[in-house]
């Protein structure tokens, strides 16, 4: 394996265990005793997770690829 194969791989490795962490992090925002929410803010929430890995599909199969605004409610 080469030494970029191997840095992708501890880098992508590690930034997803990141993302799945904070997306569990998000569904913890579900509990109704703690929080208050309505259900256009949780489709906008699923929407632009789905919407970001739309993105990375993308640039993964395609030279091009461009990076949206951060998410805002």
Known sequence: ???????????????????LDAILRIG???????????EAEVRKIVRALRDAVADVEKKFTSSQGTREDMFKL
């Open 1 to 19: 394996m080469t030494q970029k194969h191997e840095k992708f791989r501890a880098l992508a490795e590690s930034r997803t265990n990141r993302a």
């Open 28 to 38: 913890k925002l579900s509990n109704r005793q703690s929080y208050e929410w309505e």
